[in-house]
């Protein structure tokens, strides 16, 4: 699972912003033929060669550009001069900055629901997610309180119940009502800090170093 999540993770942050037909465009995260996007408030992952969202679709990507076809117009996204050179986080607001760990993933330690979790920074996951022997721990009725369905993983379909939590929280940052996914399995091995998180965040990186900032 670290394996597969690896290959997903890398955390470059746009600020790149324009307006088109398709409405608001703003670039959140560059990948490897894959982008993530915010498009008039609404968050998608491109694919490069995939098919459009919202009127919005990736032509190519790197982690430090990406192509995007808008209303038939082409137009290049590159990374916000922020992310080069030296970043100077804004006074206000409460940071978290996180480093890279010996095989390049991004951990930090937190809190769900006041109970101390070691959270995956993972801005494929759509929510925060955890398996079920990790929300037992927690104290979560996933099965009570969550609505039942079913997610793809790495390894395939897995039931998963999504609820909201109460209060996630990474250092000084906490944000109340968080959506979440239980996964009835053991995987993922993590606990996945999604983008019921992360999106309600700003996402800026200097170096390997990751910085998470309140709004």
């Not at 679709?57 to 922020?82: C, F, P």
């Not at 959506?179 to 992360?198: R, T, Y």
């Amino acid at each position: 699972m670290r394996d597969a999540l690896r290959l997903l993770l890398a955390i470059f942050v746009a600020s790149h912003v324009a307006v088109h037909g398709a409405g608001k465009i703003k670039v959140l995260g560059l990948f490897k033929d894959k982008a993530v996007v915010e498009i008039d408030g609404r968050q998608a992952v491109l694919k490069a060669g995939g098919p459009a969202k919202h009127g919005v679709k990736l032509i190519s990507a790197n982690s430090q550009q990406a192509v995007l076809e808008v209303d038939g117009e082409r137009a290049t996204y590159r990374l916000a001069s922020q992310i080069g050179g030296r970043y100077a986080p804004p006074a206000d607001g409460k940071i978290v900055q996180i480093g890279p760990d010996h095989v390049g993933m991004y951990m930090v330690s937190g809190t769900i629901n006041g109970y101390s979790v070691r959270f995956l920074v993972d801005t494929n996951a759509t929510t925060v997610a955890m398996n079920r022997n990790t929300a037992k721990r927690l104290g979560i009725n996933y099965r009570i309180d969550g609505r039942e369905g079913i997610t793809q993983t790495a390894s395939g379909y897995t039931r998963a119940y999504y609820l909201t939590l109460k209060k996630v929280s990474i250092g000084e940052i906490a944000l109340n009502d968080v959506e979440a996914a239980v996964l009835d399995g053991d995987q993922p091995s993590e606990v996945l800090l999604g983008n019921s998180f992360l999106g309600r965040l700003n996402m800026a990186r200097e170096g390997k170093i990751l910085y998470l900032k309140t709004k």
